[in-house]
């Protein structure tokens, strides 16, 4: 602590210079605001300068090369739309046989309500335990440290987690052939949608718990005992007051889960045994050929897309308002 | 609400135990078969117990050069660390004050946390992409000509690498420091002014170590998320790999349980880094419980 104060001793005798007097407190009230201003920008400068470089200016770089001309093996910058036309080929002449890129995106769709549905339910009632049934503050948080820990952990990892378990093999397969539910090893457990959606809610739910828990933890207790004391039922109890007042926890999560799985290469890559085509997977592929262009038209389609999806959450409840 | 639990506590402890189980259980799978002997195959039951694959692993024998990715992502994930925590603190101090752009800057985080990881790692492939291009065609134009010479490409593992796992853990170091913030008394700021002391004393002596824990915590966000990036690197990392990357090249080919050993050994780095940051964490907040208050003990 003596250091503390011999650091103060050394700059207070600057203190009464910088006070201006009466006269000057009003010029010198509008300086510190200027000064406190300059100084909130060199605070927040550094990031913003992040942001530009490395997500803005990249952003507007996908869109315009969206709309270059390509060939096979580079980008060339004159307007064309063939990376949007290539990439909608045959779908209308095609019909009623859906094109690659619809049948796609609706495959992606359907992976992305599954596992949406599946991490709001599950990720609810974690959340619901923690924020209602748990009582003790330390409980609280070693159990929702318990949930958070994974999260830390690598992805790929815990994709390549469920192999032993769901493989021809694996620890399902034999729990089932020795308990003679089957005979044959069940092919779909792995590299197929099962497992994709399996994994994508194994990865995600923490997504869905950490804000549902805390819209669930700003809830004012004494609102679930009046409507205990009112009659309420525990179901209505739920229906009336804790589900509207979670609301903008499970709008966030939700907007987690969706953008995340509407992007998703990696996770439909290895759990599909790189043999399930998603919107994010097209990207890569199109990468892949060294077709930016076209790689960047389907980027602009699928930030379309997942701007429309959380435009249409985000009228359910003011996000910024949450935060 | 008396203090008899009611049965739905039963109910909802027996799904979060399943739902922990769920989390943890194929992990400690593959941490177990890791351990496998040397005829062991990728699924239970176990051959043998035995270090044969963390041996192929650290020899490197049979897999790619693990050990310089492994170098690779321990020093990127050092830096994005470092770099994380000091701009989420110093932009956490900014957003106290009202200063134009401050929700420019907020929803260019929300958007860059929610983007879908593809579009981002494409963009900055692209950018990099295009500087390269230009560089290569018209950097003599420009009186760039000894940059040129021998030019190869600007990306690498603390360019463009390093730029998009900030896009990562940027927004939620911002995001920590706003829940910090919405906490903060900042009367605490006005006393140490009125002591006299100067922004920079309020700030170190103050506001530091009472933020302290969280800071930890948004260093341990910064480590573990870039130890773990993939789908950002995937297209932005230049010529050489991280390890997620290489674990993840793995996937397709390996059929021994070696991958099960680097992903213990994967896992062990970030459990290590988790269990040290807890660790400091709750040291901090004991100290603060010890020294937080001097109130009524008197002048020192």
């Given at each position: 602590m003596t250091q503390d104060t011999g650091a103060a001793d050394l700059t207070s005798p600057l203190a009464p210079m910088t006070a201006g007097g009466s006269d000057q407190a009003a010029s010198g009230g509008r300086l510190r605001k200027a000064a406190a201003r300059s100084i909130a920008w060199l605070q927040a400068g550094p990031m913003m300068l992040v942001f530009a470089l490395f997500f803005l200016l990249p952003l507007v770089l996908v869109i315009i090369v969206s709309a270059w001309d390509y060939n096979e093996y580079e980008m060339i910058p004159a307007f064309s739309l063939r990376g949007y036309t290539d990439t909608f080929e045959g779908c209308i002449s095609g019909l009623p046989e859906l094109c690659t890129i619809l049948k796609t995106y609706l495959k992606t769709l359907k992976l992305c309500l599954l596992t949406w549905g599946l991490t709001l339910f599950i990720g609810f009632w974690v959340a619901y335990f923690l924020a209602f049934h748990v009582r003790s503050k330390t409980w609280q948080i070693v159990l929702s440290l318990l949930c958070t820990i994974p999260f830390w952990t690598s992805n790929v990892i815990r994709m390549i987690a469920w192999i032993p378990l769901l493989g021809r093999n694996g620890l399902v397969n034999q729990g089932l052939i020795g308990s003679g539910l089957t005979t044959q090893p069940i092919e779909w457990l792995l590299f197929s949608e099962f497992s994709v959606v399996l994994a994508l809610v194994h990865l995600f739910?923490?997504?869905?718990?950490?804000?549902?828990?805390?819209?669930?933890?700003?809830?004012?207790?004494?609102?679930?005992e009046a409507a205990y004391d009112a009659g309420a039922s525990g179901w209505q109890t739920l229906v009336n007051i804790v589900i509207p007042l979670s609301k903008p926890g499970i709008v966030i999560g939700s907007i987690f889960v969706i953008t995340i799985v509407m992007g998703d290469f990696i996770t439909v890559g290895v759990m599909g045994g790189q043999q399930i085509a998603s919107a994010g997977k097209i990207i890569e592929s199109r990468l892949s050929a060294l077709q930016f262009p076209a790689a960047a038209a389907n980027a602009v389609i699928l930030l379309g897309i997942t701007i429309l999806i959380i435009s249409a959450l985000t009228r359910i409840v003011d996000v910024r308002k949450e935060l | 609400m008396g203090d008899k639990r009611p049965r739905s506590f039963y109910i909802l402890a027996a799904f979060f135990a399943a739902y922990v189980l769920f989390l943890y259980g194929p992990m400690i799978a593959i941490y177990i078969l890791s351990f496998q002997g040397p005829?062991?195959?990728?699924?239970?039951?176990?051959?043998?117990?035995?270090?044969?694959?963390?041996?192929?692993?650290?020899?490197?024998?049979?897999?790619?050069?693990?050990?310089?990715?492994?170098?690779?992502?321990?020093?990127?994930?050092?830096?994005?660390?470092?770099?994380?925590?000091?701009?989420?603190?110093?932009?956490?101090?900014?957003?106290?004050?009202?200063?134009?752009?401050?929700?420019?800057?907020?929803?260019?985080?929300?958007?860059?946390?929610?983007?879908?990881?593809?579009?981002?790692?494409?963009?900055?492939?692209?950018?990099?992409?295009?500087?390269?291009?230009?560089?290569?065609?018209?950097?003599?134009?420009?009186?760039?000509?000894?940059?040129?010479?021998?030019?190869?490409?600007?990306?690498?593992?603390?360019?463009?690498?390093?730029?998009?796992?900030?896009?990562?853990?940027?927004?939620?170091?911002?995001l920590i420091m706003f829940a910090i913030f919405n906490r903060f008394d900042g009367r605490l700021e006005e006393a140490a002014r009125d002591l006299g002391a100067t922004p920079w004393q309020t700030f170190r002596y103050v506001v530091l170590p009472i933020i302290a824990p969280s800071v930890v915590g948004i260093g341990l966000f910064g480590f573990t998320l870039s130890w773990d990036e993939l789908a950002r690197s995937s297209q932005a990392i230049g010529s050489v790999n991280t390890l997620p990357l290489e674990l993840q090249g793995l996937t397709t080919t390996v059929t021994k349980p070696d991958i099960y050993a680097l992903g213990t050994l994967t896992s062990a780095v970030s459990f290590l880094v988790i269990f040290a940051a807890l660790s400091v964490i709750l040291v901090l907040q004991a100290r603060q419980r010890r020294h937080g208050s001097d109130a009524g003990k008197g002048t020192v």
């Open positions: 739910t923490f997504f869905m718990v950490v804000p549902i828990f805390n819209s669930m933890i700003r809830i004012d207790k004494r609102l679930i | 005829d062991g195959g990728l699924t239970f039951p176990m051959n043998g117990v035995s270090l044969t694959w963390f041996g192929k692993v650290l020899s490197g024998a049979g897999i790619v050069d693990i050990g310089a990715a492994f170098k690779r992502s321990l020093a990127l994930g050092l830096v994005v660390m470092v770099v994380t925590v000091v701009l989420s603190v110093a932009a956490g101090m900014a957003f106290r004050k009202p200063f134009r752009g401050s929700s420019v800057l907020f929803y260019t985080a929300i958007a860059s946390l929610i983007m879908p990881s593809i579009i981002t790692s494409l963009g900055i492939a692209l950018e990099f992409r295009l500087l390269d291009d230009f560089i290569n065609k018209h950097g003599a134009d420009v009186g760039l000509g000894w940059l040129a010479d021998g030019w190869t490409t600007g990306m690498g593992l603390f360019t463009s690498g390093l730029g998009a796992h900030l896009t990562w853990t940027l927004p939620f170091g911002l």
